[in-house]
Each structure stands twice: as C-alpha cells, then as structure tokens.
T-cell receptor
Framework: KQEVTQIPAALSVPEGENLVLNCSFT??????LQWFRQDPGKGLTSLLL?????REQTSGRLNASLDKSSGRSTLYIAASQPGDSATYLC??????????????FGRGTQLTVWP | DTEVTQTPKHLVMGMTNKKSLKCEQH?????MYWYKQKAKKPPELMFV???????INESVPSRFSPECPNSSLLNLHLHALQPEDSALYLC?????????????FGPGTRLLVL
C-alpha cells in the first residue's frame, strides 16, 4: 500500500524566509502528485499538480519538484508571508486505471510564518 | 466555476439522530468523493461515485449511507453515529474517477456527535 510521509511535521519561520517542504512516497508507480493547502477547519485548496512525466511546476511564489524514481517531491515557498500560514498536504494518485482516482495523503506540514 | 459546495458547515447530532450532509458541484464532473478527516490527520477516502454509481466503499460502517441522486449532487446520510465519528467530512469532485484528474474539494462539514 502506498505510504506518503511529510517532513517536517511543523515549521515556524519569520516572514521573508525561503522554505522547503518535503514529501516522500513508497510506491513510485504514481500518475501525479498534488500539493494542497488547508487552513484550520477548512477544506483543501489545490496549489500545484505535477504529472509523473514532469519534473516541476511553478505558480507564483510556489515551486514544486518531483523525482518519481526516488519517490520524492519538494514544495519551495519563496519570500514567505504570514498569509502562507496553513497546513500543506502532499497527495499522490495511483497509476492510470488502477485506483479509480484514489489519492494517498501525507499527514501534512503545519507552517507558521510570523511577522 | 471550480466550486464544490457543502452544507451544513457545522452539525451537532446525538447518537440516535438521523441527519444528512449535502455536496453539490456544477462543473459537469462525473466523479464525486467523500473523505473523513480527523484532527491533525490526513483525509481518508470513504466513498467514490463514478457516473452516479458507487464504485469504491472503503469498508465504511453502514451507519454512513451515501447517495448520488444525480450527477451534481452527493449526499451522506448519517444514522446512529458514535462520538468517534466526529470529524471534518470533505466532499470532492473530478471530471472522471481516473488517476490523472484533479480533485476539487469543498470546504467541509464539521460534525460533532454527542
């Protein structure tokens, strides 16, 4: 069974820092990997989706990379702001046709950016 | 419009009550999902509907009963729940239930069972 691990579990940084969140998965037969943001008590907002054939995706201050063969992804946040404070979840999707859209989630990294 | 809506936002119910959670999307998606999320844990898949038919039931207790009356609507009927069922219930949808499709999540219903 696919297992997704996120490190660190929590991170507290001052505003303006560049930071890296890590995600690893045990089964490299994935179709894509998604990074989500979740504010306390709220639903999930999709930030970036990387297909298994891609190496990275960028959106504004966010950059996500994927090394499928080693089972790793990183989310890079540039020039962090207090508004970035949230829990960041990594999820992988099983290979085509095998899991009918099942997502496997990590436990998340709880990020606090203080002014 | 990439919005998935869920009602109610909050729900408190006793163990003998019957209640329903509702999820709606108007993106023309043909796959809809229910997830359960306990505090500080990742979401756990409960059910997947594909073209209004139940395609995955992750061994969820029968006190949870899903229903997909049409392609835009997904319900979760609750009966005789236990306090440990208290959680955030998330609905999601995607074009189809395939691995390559992005899932769009609703804001969730926070359920408290007393």
């Amino acid at each position: 069974k696919q297992e997704v691990t996120q490190i660190p579990a929590a991170l507290s940084v001052p505003e303006g820092e560049n930071l890296v969140l890590n995600c690893s998965f045990t089964d490299s037969a994935i179709y894509n990997l998604q990074w989500f943001r979740q504010d306390p008590g709220k639903g999930l907002t999709s930030l970036l989706l990387i297909q298994s054939s891609q190496r990275e995706q960028t959106s504004g201050r966010l950059n996500a990379s994927l090394d499928k063969s080693s089972g790793r992804s990183t989310l890079y946040i540039a020039a962090s702001q207090p508004g970035d404070s949230a829990t960041y979840l990594c999820a992988v999707s099983g290979d085509r046709g095998s899991t009918l859209g099942r997502l496997y989630f990590g436990r998340g990294t709880q990020l606090t950016v203080w002014p | 419009d990439t919005e998935v809506t869920q009602t109610p936002k909050h729900l408190v119910m006793g163990m003998t009550n019957k209640k329903s959670l509702k999820c709606e999307q108007h993106m023309g998606h043909r796959a809809m999902y229910w997830y359960k999320q306990k505090a500080k844990k990742p979401p756990e898949l409960m059910f997947v509907y594909s073209y209004e038919k139940l395609s995955i039931n992750e061994s969820v207790p029968s006190r949870f009963s899903p229903e997909c009356p049409n392609s835009s609507l997904l319900n979760l009927h609750l009966h005789a729940l236990q306090p440990e069922d208290s959680a955030l219930y998330l609905c999601a949808s995607s074009q189809v239930a395939e691995a390559e499709e992005t899932q769009y999540f609703g804001p969730g219903t926070r359920l408290l069972v007393l």
